[in-house]
């Protein structure tokens, strides 16, 4: 059992991305280095040339713009070799239009696939699961979402977690449920009878009580 936690080992959130080297279709990338002072959404796929996988990073390539204005780079990852990765970016390309400009790691001998855990046994030990890892500029793993190999991932849902760790780190708040830009946002609970007192009395916030209160940024 050991043995087996120790190949399929899951990073979590907080911890800080391993780091590591790889062949990708941009060319070698040393994660840290390609991280530098920007976000970074990692996400894997199962395999090349298969039809959810090519609407997924079709959705990643159309909107790869709207990742860069939240300064985020993006980084796939497939256990497939560098030439299949090609020819799969030229076929879609060809086909639709799609062009997948963005590196993806030819991991064929899973090193990278082991080190994020994106291997899970019982659904698959030779293709990696849809995992999707958001990491900060200071290369800690801030968000982690999985999904199986047959369901495809939502990108309005990874732009709008993506936009909400921003807006929340940079204001000092918190999200509320299914919040969006432009919602209110939540204002960190009191955490002394003195606050508790002060928050009661603030008309400028709206308030359900003092520890839930939100206010407009």
């Given at each position: 059992?050991?043995?087996?936690?120790?190949?399929?080992?899951?990073?979590?959130?907080?911890?800080?991305?391993?780091?590591?080297?790889?062949?990708?279709?941009?060319?070698?990338?040393?994660?840290?280095?390609?991280?530098?002072?920007?976000?970074?959404?990692?996400?894997?796929?199962?395999?090349?040339?298969?039809?959810?996988?090519?609407?997924?990073?079709?959705?990643?390539?159309?909107?790869?713009?709207e990742f860069e204005q939240l300064n985020t780079a993006l980084m796939g990852l497939s256990i497939d070799?560098?030439?299949?990765?090609?020819?799969?970016?030229?076929?879609?390309?060809?086909?639709?239009?799609?062009?997948?400009?963005?590196?993806?790691?030819?991991?064929?001998?899973?090193?990278?696939?082991?080190?994020?855990?994106?291997?899970?046994?019982?659904?698959?030990?030779?293709a990696a699961v849809r995992a999707v890892f958001f990491i900060d500029p200071t290369k800690k793993i801030?968000?982690?979402?999985?999904?199986?190999?047959?369901?495809?991932?939502?990108?309005?849902?990874?732009?709008?977690?993506?936009?909400?760790?921003?807006?929340?780190?940079?204001?000092?708040?918190?999200?509320?449920?299914?919040?969006?830009?432009?919602d209110k946002v939540i204002i960190p609970p009191p955490k002394t009878l003195a606050e508790m007192e002060?928050?009661?009395?603030?008309?400028?916030?709206?308030?359900?009580?003092?520890?839930?209160?939100?206010?407009?940024?």
């Amino acid at each position: 059992m050991e043995d087996f936690q120790n190949q399929y080992s899951m990073p979590r959130i907080g911890d800080q991305a391993p780091d590591f080297e790889a062949v990708t279709t941009t060319g070698k990338i040393k994660f840290s280095e390609y991280a530098k002072d920007r976000w970074v959404v990692l996400f894997s796929h199962p395999a090349d040339f298969t039809p959810v996988c090519t609407t997924e990073m079709s959705g990643f390539a159309t909107r790869k713009a709207e990742f860069e204005q939240l300064n985020t780079a993006l980084m796939g990852l497939s256990i497939d070799s560098v030439h299949a990765h090609l020819g799969w970016v030229n076929n879609v390309k060809n086909n639709t239009g799609v062009y997948f400009d963005f590196p993806i790691i030819a991991d064929i001998d899973m090193k990278v696939s082991k080190l994020y855990g994106m291997l899970q046994p019982n659904e698959s030990e030779t293709a990696a699961v849809r995992a999707v890892f958001f990491i900060d500029p200071t290369k800690k793993i801030r968000l982690i979402m999985y999904y199986p190999l047959n369901v495809g991932r939502n990108m309005d849902e990874i732009l709008r977690a993506l936009n909400a760790l921003q807006v929340a780190d940079k204001n000092k708040v918190a999200l509320p449920l299914d919040w969006k830009p432009g919602d209110k946002v939540i204002i960190p609970p009191p955490k002394t009878l003195a606050e508790m007192e002060e928050r009661l009395a603030d008309t400028s916030c709206e308030k359900v009580d003092f520890y839930l209160a939100k206010k407009s940024l």
